[in-house]
């Protein structure tokens, strides 16, 4: 089983505990919400282009809500099954899938008082990583400084480039990825100038 399933079925398991009605990091949606939204995501490929482009968004948005009436534990099978053998997601799903269900789940996870990050293996830290290093570009793009990622065991990258001092940004894979990923429930430490960091940190990192 590769990390994207390992944390597809964690994620329903943290899902059911939580229970359809528990917030999530992502805005106002609801558990119920997100997985409606993972399994248009994969289930339903003439929503999902409004993921990323707006003139579709209305029609995504309608498709999830009428997802969301489907009895929760329905929903929750969905969702833990996975992309099913027609979706173009099907054959790519360890790496299309693999930051998706990461963020998700701790989407649901950080969302309740008292989380504290995972300790996950070496392994998936690297994976991880790995995913960081190519969309982390994307990710800080609006940034008016240069901008690094490291992390304690000594990875470095530098994701913007620009002139002055670069502002720093040192974590765990796992955590550095969720930053990228917009999300500010995370356990990361900061160098540069202050108005730089600070500068950083309000960045709009959707992606």
Known sequence: MNMAQRERRSMVETM??????????????????????????????????????????????????????????????????????????????????????????????????GWEPRELPAEDEQRLWSVLRRMGKMAYRKSPVPVELSTPSGNRVRVV???????????????LLLHAFGRDEVRIETAGEPEAVRRVLELDRSI
């Open 161 to 175: 480039d620009g002139s002055g001092p670069a502002v720093t940004l040192t974590g765990a894979p796992g955590e």
């Open 16 to 113: 059911d505990e939580t229970g359809p009605d528990a917030p999530t990091l992502c805005g106002d949606w609801s558990v119920r919400d997100l997985a409606a939204h993972l399994v248009v995501r994969e289930r339903r490929p003439d929503a999902a282009p409004g993921i990323m482009l707006r003139p579709f968004a209305g029609y995504l948005r309608r498709r999830q809500d009428k997802a969301a009436q489907r009895p929760f534990p329905e929903l929750l099978e969905l969702v833990r099954t996975g992309p099913p053998w027609w979706s173009p997601l099907r054959p790519v799903d360890a790496i299309a899938n693999l930051s998706e269900m990461f963020v998700h789940h701790e989407d649901v996870r950080r969302a309740r008082p």
